[in-house]
């Protein structure tokens, strides 16, 4: 039971570069989220997909974008790295009802932006 | 717009002791969901305990258990018999019914002292 995976787990790259991190989960979960986790700020959202090829923007959408044309796949882009995104950022999924929708965390993607 | 409020941002305890962490919310919902995760160092998000608002019943988890006091919007966490690998920070979550996203406190960081 694979669940959610996240790649790459750790990723150093430049001002202005862009990155992409990759989202995969193998329930067939309807929702599937982005968080960042900064020190005195807790998890913020992203965005999050309802379904494939409908996405949405969370809290902090700035500067990232974001596509989903399977179900299974959610990655998330950096267009320009800023050093403001250094961060870790968290894949999530959640089936549409059920289970007392309890979301799903992947273990995390370490981003530093030098 | 719902708010989770963890008032805690350090705790410790000694092994074997029991600890509350406190959670409040604010939200005009009747029906919702709460959350308690774990995040270890090794930074994965760990579902600990889920509450649904419509049950009065507090829910337990083996040595984790809730006290949840709807009129008061407060949802504490309570760990019994503590160990060593409770050592991780805690984030309280909302989820209103039907809703898409969590809503994350700020966390409280949990120590367990030998």
């Known amino acids: 039971d694979a669940g959610i995976t996240q790649s790459p787990r750790y990723k150093i790259t430049e001002t202005g570069r862009q990155v992409t991190l990759m989202c995969h989960q193998t329930?067939?979960?309807?929702?599937m989220f982005w968080y960042r986790q900064d020190l005195g700020h807790g998890l913020r959202l992203i965005y999050y997909?309802?379904?494939?090829?409908?996405?949405d923007k969370g809290e902090v959408p700035d500067g990232y974008v974001v596509s989903r044309s399977k179900t299974e796949n959610f990655p998330l882009t950096l267009e320009s790295a800023t050093r403001s995104q250094t961060s870790v950022y968290f894949c999530?999924?959640?089936?549409?009802?059920?289970?007392?929708?309890?979301?799903?965390f992947g273990e995390g993607s370490w981003l530093t932006v030098v | 717009a719902q708010t989770v409020t963890q008032s805690q941002p350090e705790m410790s305890v000694q092994e074997a002791e029991t600890v509350t962490l406190s959670c409040t919310y604010d939200?005009?919902?009747?029906?919702?969901?709460l959350f308690w995760y774990k995040q270890p160092p090794s930074r994965q998000m760990i579902l600990v305990i889920r509450?649904?608002?419509?049950?009065?019943q507090n829910a337990t988890e083996n040595r984790f258990s809730v006290n949840f006091q709807k009129a008061a919007k407060s949802f504490s966490l309570k760990i019994s018999d503590s160990q060593l690998g409770d050592t991780a920070m805690y984030f309280c979550?909302?989820?209103?019914?039907?809703?898409?996203?969590?809503?994350f406190g700020p966390g409280t960081r949990l120590s367990v002292l030998p």
């Open positions: 999530a999924s959640r089936e549409r009802q059920g289970a007392g929708n309890t979301i799903y």
């Open positions: 329930w067939s979960h309807s929702y």
């Open positions: 997909s309802a379904a494939a090829d409908i996405t």
């Open positions: 939200t005009s919902e009747s029906n919702y969901y």
């Open positions: 509450q649904e608002a419509y049950k009065q």
């Open positions: 979550a909302f989820m209103r019914d039907y809703g898409q996203n969590f809503v």
